[in-house]
């Protein structure tokens, strides 16, 4: 095994063998480890090193070859998937230096190489292949014209030749979004004249069967499809009830509102089912109820938190006054659970149970942080944590056991995604933290009504520090909140609070290594950076 202290060790070999009958040799014995372990995609990095280790234990002699290994593992595992993917859906993508790097007639724009057949190289054999099989043909040094075509929606996945450096630098974006892709080292690593072993490329173009594949969750028509189930209409009918006090509820409930909830439901019971945006009045029903529930909670923590404002509008105690906020967040949290008991779902005793739990879990995290408030003391970085994940994993761990249930998934699935929605709560309220110490000056509620990690770690290393905030503030020094801000020693406290925020992102993505479902486990990876974006 290659890994010291849970990181990767990076200084593998690089070699890479010259010859194509060595080059299959080494295939062979990877499809045949592959074929053991079933690799089911997409791989996090670790879990490549961990392969690889693993292989080179049994065939001390591959230790030259470590790099070249991880990028066959991983092509092993996604084979399957890419197989399964249309020709016309797939991008080539090529390396400049395959040209003949003195008399290549090509002129070059801001879509790569423009190939003129001359034979001078392999570029134009491999261009006509992949263009009678109707691929995407790019030839560049980067990769935002393969980006741009994904993003489309032109394409599924990508077949890439280049050098193993290359590769390497490219490996964590294809991870991050989960990227179905193959990579085909090219036998020299100096950026001139470089030669690809043409049987293994041939290969792997014309890899087709028929699978279950269905291609990638669409999360941009299933938010489409959930943004219609919110209007005034759809609402009221649901709710079954119409005076004042519903009007309020359903103009909140239609107010501004990333709605991932209630997406990530329908998304996971797509990946599980295998329909797509397919739903009938029970699933509209439970997709309603978790954004209720998170409504609710919004009403109550604005309160709490004596925040002003919601969505750049004022919150909604302010738009009305307390007891009235609070009536309506109590009444969206009996639509809520109205909304479950009316759905006719066959599995509606599990159902209520995950809500049920999700809403005692929260309202314990909510609880000990008002009964921090009265302590006027700094909670340790412990209790920060425990209190993150009570108030933000039962949010997202309702939406994604709702979807998994319904798709009748198993024990071991409700169990992995249970882990998971723990570890992504964690992140998501490190991820929000550290966005307030990212603004211009630090709000008048800091500290005082809202827990904060930074200023935990800050307090931690820096007490005299925080002591300062708490007397300038004290005593009504404006300059503080941005001053503060620019402390050394908040960065530092800033920065150590981004470390935890990464590692509670690998620990979510951590979690689903024994999905057997690589659909489930494509959305779920992709999921991590669009709840939890990487911080700029």
Not at 81 to 101: E, Q
Not at 134 to 153: K, N, P
Not at 416 to 434: C, H, P, R, V
Request: charged share 25%; with cysteine.
């Amino acid at each position: 095994m290659i890994v010291r202290n849970n990181q990767p060790n990076i200084s593998f070999g690089n070699d890479l063998p010259q010859h194509p009958e060595k080059l299959k040799q080494i295939r062979d014995l990877i499809r045949d480890y592959a074929a053991e372990c079933e690799l089911i995609p997409p791989l996090q990095e670790e879990e490549v090193i961990f392969h690889s280790g693993e292989l080179i234990s049994k065939h001390p002699e591959l230790f030259l070859y470590q790099k070249l290994l991880a990028v066959m593992i991983n092509n092993y595992a996604w084979s399957h998937i890419v197989a399964g993917i249309p020709f016309n859906r797939r991008i080539l993508l090529l390396p400049k230096c395959i040209s003949h790097s003195t008399q290549c007639p090509a002129k070059y724009d801001e879509l790569g190489l423009l190939c003129e057949q001359c034979g001078r190289c392999d570029l134009a054999e491999i261009i006509s292949q992949a263009d009678e099989l109707a691929y995407h043909t790019i030839v560049t040094e980067g990769t935002t014209s393969a980006s741009l075509l994904l993003s489309s929606g032109q394409v599924e996945c990508v077949i890439g030749v280049g050098c193993l450096h290359s590769f390497e630098r490219s490996f964590p974006l294809a991870v991050k979004e989960a990227v179905p892709s193959l990579a085909i080292p090219l036998y020299n690593n100096d950026c001139k004249d470089s030669k690809v072993d043409k049987i293994w490329l041939d290969e792997v173009l014309s890899m087709r069967s028929e699978t279950n594949w269905k291609g990638w969750i669409d999360l941009d028509s299933i938010k489409s499809v959930v943004k219609d189930w919110f209007s005034t209409a759809q609402l009221k009918s649901l709710f079954g009830q119409d005076d004042d006090t519903v009007d309020i509820a359903v103009r909140w409930m239609e107010t501004d509102g990333k709605r991932w909830r209630p997406i990530i439901m329908l998304a996971v019971f797509d990946a599980l089912s295998g329909e797509n945006c397919e739903y009938d009045e029970t699933i509209k029903k439970l997709a309603v109820s978790i954004e209720c529930f998170h409504k609710a909670s919004l009403i109550h923590d604005d309160i709490a938190d004596e925040d002003d404002e919601r969505y750049g509008k004022p919150a909604l105690h302010k738009e009305y006054n307390i007891p009235v906020a609070l009536n309506v967040g109590d009444l969206l949290l009996g639509f809520g659970y109205q909304l479950i008991a009316e759905s006719e779902a066959k599995h509606i005793r599990k159902l209520l149970k995950i809500a049920v739990y999700g809403h005692r879990d929260l309202s314990l995290g909510q609880g000990e942080e008002l009964l921090w408030r009265n302590n006027k003391r700094l909670l340790t970085k412990e209790e920060i944590l425990r209190i993150f994940s009570n108030k933000t994993s039962p949010a997202f761990e309702v939406a994604l056991q709702f979807g998994a249930i319904l798709a009748d998934a198993d024990e071991a699935v409700l169990n992995i995604i249970s882990e998971y929605s723990k570890a992504l709560g964690i992140a998501y309220q490190i991820n929000d933290d550290l966005d307030d110490f990212k603004q211009k000056r630090i709000v008048s509620g800091f500290n005082t009504v809202q827990p904060s990690l930074v200023s935990t770690l800050l307090n931690q290393k820096h007490p005299e520090k925080m002591q300062e905030w708490f007397e300038r503030t004290k005593n009504g020094d404006e300059s503080i909140t941005t001053e503060f801000l620019q402390w050394p020693e908040t960065k530092q406290a800033m920065k150590e609070a981004e470390e935890m925020l990464n590692i509670y992102k690998r620990n979510a993505l951590k979690a689903l290594r024994s999905l057997i479902n690589p659909t489930l486990k494509i959305l779920l990876t992709r999921l991590v950076n669009r709840i939890v974006p990487e911080n700029q």
